[in-house]
């Protein structure tokens, strides 16, 4: 960082002192690029994609980190010589000055711009005129858009930040995962059952009123009822949010939907997959959420409690989201119920988009993310701040809000990770289509292939006429599954290692095209 005219130059620094630092930081960075490379090693080699591809989004967001230390170490002095008037420089400052200092030093008032003064360097009048630090020196009523030391200090936030949501996110995964992990009991008791042919071949009827997933989600005091349901619904997602019953409901639904023709489909281990592609978009930090930082820091002024209020946010969609996921659970449930007395067979839900918002269960991860964002910004700048400027900073404000930030943002890190993720893992799957993870990796690279294929043979060939079939692909690469036509719609049927694709008949193949634009 450029500091005052009195401060050593590169000419003048013993050579001993940048070999010495120049190693400890060459050290630092190799340790860290090859602890990533053999993590990355180590999740390929036990067939971990989905956590691969979060570690490369991690990648990701260390070297645009890299690139904005680079634009701020780069352009810190350009920035420094933009002068802006005093008047403006006292509007909107995180932490009030005080009388005393109103007409002091030209510079020193201003460290308050984003951070209170007591940063690593001060510069007062004197040195700030005999340095080249602002363009406006020895006019009066100027000083500089933004000190060396507040630049600092928002370069060292920025990386605060980007740690604490990586690291808070990783937590978020890792204690919802194994709160998710603890109904692999229940898949593998149901996968344990033997399958009885003669047991199959009578004709059973389920009493619906009776049933345990009806009883607990639809019958009982106002639960049948749309503003009771909801308020049930808040209550809910607080103890037991799935429940045996929950779970093996939804997990039958999923199974007639999507895959028919193999009951024995391991419904947990698709959840496990599922939510571990899911994570590498949580981690990253995307541009609506850089977004988000810069609309904070411009609200943080003294006197607004800004953050205060804005912790509340992700409190307020958190419990929204819960409720939701809840919710649809229960409508799945006043479907069956509303509808039937008896049901010939198992109680079979139906999955449906119609039953989340605007038809889009995506947009729930979403929210979750945004969620996740907002709750490490609250906790990574209250971290930041007690560490650089320590509890008593103006920053901190009183003692009156900062308790309930902390217990706001503890209690939607638990939250989110032992009742709202679990919900959304296995709710997100009664949408009308199945997302990829339902096939092995090997299966996947395999149907990729196959759709690439089937969208370039397509472009090249005219239409097929009426009543023609088509078999696509090879051998090599084509593994998976059998797609048939049932019921008019596409489903995917058989076990995940079978070891051919096919298409069907004619009446399927707008189906099939549909498919492969998708993979492909």
């Given at each position: 960082?450029?500091?005052?005219?009195?401060?050593p130059t590169l000419e003048f620094t013993p050579t001993w002192v940048?070999?010495?630092?120049?190693?400890?930081?060459?050290?630092?960075?190799?340790?860290?690029?090859?602890?990533?490379?053999?993590?990355?090693?180590?999740?390929?080699?036990?067939?971990?994609?989905?956590?691969?591809?979060?570690?490369?989004?991690?990648?990701?967001?260390?070297?645009?980190?890299?690139?904005?230390?680079?634009?701020?170490?780069?352009?810190?002095?350009?920035?420094?010589?933009?002068?802006?008037?005093?008047?403006?420089?006292?509007?909107?400052?995180?932490?009030?000055?005080?009388?005393?200092?109103?007409?002091?030093?030209?510079?020193?008032?201003?460290?308050?711009?984003?951070?209170?003064?007591?940063?690593?360097?001060?510069?007062?009048?004197?040195?700030?005129?005999?340095?080249?630090?602002?363009?406006?020196?020895?006019?009066?009523?100027?000083?500089?858009?933004?000190?060396?030391?507040?630049?600092?200090?928002?370069?060292?936030?920025?990386?605060?930040?980007a740690a604490v949501h990586v690291v808070f996110c990783a937590l978020?995964?890792?204690?919802?995962?194994?709160?998710?992990?603890?109904?692999?009991?229940?898949?593998?008791?149901?996968?344990?059952?033997?399958?009885?042919?003669?047991?199959?071949?009578?004709?059973?009827?389920?009493?619906?009123?009776?049933?345990?997933?009806?009883?607990?989600?639809?019958?009982?005091?106002?639960?049948?009822?749309?503003?009771?349901?909801?308020?049930?619904?808040?209550?809910?997602?607080?103890?037991?949010?799935?429940?045996?019953?929950?779970?093996?409901?939804?997990?039958?639904?999923?199974?007639?939907?999507?895959?028919?023709?193999?009951?024995?489909?391991?419904?947990?281990?698709?959840?496990?997959?599922?939510?571990?592609?899911?994570?590498?978009?949580?981690?990253?930090?995307?541009?609506?959420?850089?977004?988000?930082?810069?609309?904070?820091?411009?609200?943080?002024?003294?006197?607004?409690?800004?953050?205060?209020?804005?912790?509340?946010?992700?409190?307020?969609?958190?419990?929204?989201?819960?409720?939701?996921?809840?919710?649809?659970?229960?409508?799945?449930?006043?479907?069956?119920?509303?509808?039937?007395?008896?049901?010939?067979?198992?109680?079979?839900?139906?999955?449906?988009?119609?039953?989340?918002?605007?038809?889009?269960?995506?947009?729930?991860?979403?929210?979750?993310?945004?969620?996740?964002?907002?709750?490490?910004?609250?906790?990574?700048?209250?971290?930041?701040?007690?560490?650089?400027?320590?509890?008593?900073?103006?920053?901190?404000?009183?003692?009156?809000?900062?308790?309930?930030?902390?217990?706001?943002?503890?209690?939607?890190?638990?939250?989110?990770?032992?009742?709202?993720?679990?919900?959304?893992?296995?709710?997100?799957?009664?949408?009308?289509?199945?997302?990829?993870?339902?096939?092995?990796?090997?299966?996947?690279?395999?149907?990729?292939?196959?759709?690439?294929?089937?969208?370039?043979?397509?472009?090249?060939?005219?239409?097929?006429?009426?009543?023609?079939?088509?078999?696509?692909?090879?051998?090599?690469?084509?593994?998976?599954?059998?797609?048939?036509?049932?019921?008019?719609?596409?489903?995917?049927?058989?076990?995940?290692?079978?070891?051919?694709?096919?298409?069907?008949?004619?009446?399927?193949?707008?189906?099939?095209?549909?498919?492969?634009?998708?993979?492909?």
């Amino acid at each position: 960082m450029a500091g005052g005219a009195n401060e050593p130059t590169l000419e003048f620094t013993p050579t001993w002192v940048l070999a010495v630092v120049c190693t400890v930081i060459v050290v630092i960075s190799l340790a860290v690029e090859r602890f990533l490379h053999y993590a990355g090693k180590y999740l390929k080699k036990r067939n971990q994609k989905p956590l691969f591809d979060a570690l490369q989004k991690i990648k990701e967001e260390l070297m645009l980190l890299g690139f904005i230390s680079l634009l701020l170490a780069v352009f810190q002095d350009s920035i420094g010589k933009i002068c802006i008037s005093e008047e403006l420089a006292d509007k909107w400052l995180p932490c009030k000055k005080r009388a005393a200092h109103k007409h002091s030093s030209t510079t020193a008032h201003f460290l308050t711009n984003f951070f209170p003064p007591g940063g690593r360097r001060h510069l007062t009048e004197d040195s700030a005129a005999s340095s080249d630090y602002g363009s406006g020196k020895g006019k009066v009523g100027k000083v500089p858009l933004l000190s060396l030391t507040a630049l600092h200090h928002l370069h060292i936030f920025i990386f605060v930040l980007a740690a604490v949501h990586v690291v808070f996110c990783a937590l978020t995964i890792l204690c919802g995962g194994a709160q998710i992990r603890l109904w692999k009991r229940w898949e593998d008791a149901i996968q344990k059952e033997e399958f009885d042919s003669e047991e199959a071949l009578r004709t059973k009827f389920t009493n619906v009123q009776e049933h345990t997933f009806i009883r607990g989600r639809f019958l009982g005091i106002g639960k049948n009822l749309s503003i009771l349901s909801w308020v049930h619904s808040f209550i809910k997602q607080f103890y037991g949010c799935v429940t045996r019953s929950d779970y093996t409901t939804l997990r039958f639904g999923f199974i007639m939907a999507h895959c028919r023709g193999n009951p024995k489909f391991n419904f947990h281990k698709y959840m496990i997959r599922a939510l571990e592609a899911d994570f590498k978009k949580v981690v990253g930090i995307s541009w609506y959420l850089w977004l988000f930082v810069v609309v904070f820091l411009l609200l943080n002024v003294a006197g607004w409690h800004a953050y205060f209020w804005i912790s509340f946010i992700p409190l307020t969609l958190l419990l929204a989201v819960g409720t939701k996921l809840e919710h649809v659970i229960t409508r799945l449930a006043q479907d069956v119920a509303q509808r039937h007395i008896a049901v010939a067979g198992d109680l079979v839900v139906k999955p449906s988009d119609d039953h989340f918002w605007f038809h889009r269960p995506r947009l729930i991860l979403i929210l979750i993310h945004i969620i996740l964002f907002q709750n490490s910004f609250e906790l990574a700048f209250l971290l930041f701040i007690w560490i650089r400027y320590k509890f008593k900073s103006c920053l901190m404000h009183e003692v009156d809000f900062i308790v309930p930030r902390l217990v706001i943002g503890v209690f939607v890190q638990l939250l989110c990770s032992y009742s709202t993720l679990p919900l959304y893992a296995i709710v997100t799957q009664m949408g009308t289509s199945f997302k990829k993870a339902i096939f092995d990796e090997h299966i996947q690279q395999g149907l990729v292939g196959w759709a690439q294929q089937a969208k370039k043979n397509n472009n090249l060939r005219k239409p097929a006429t009426d009543g023609s079939s088509v078999q696509t692909g090879s051998k090599q690469g084509l593994v998976g599954v059998e797609l048939t036509k049932n019921g008019g719609d596409l489903t995917a049927t058989g076990d995940v290692e079978a070891q051919e694709i096919k298409q069907s008949s004619s009446p399927t193949s707008s189906k099939m095209q549909t498919l492969a634009k998708t993979w492909s």
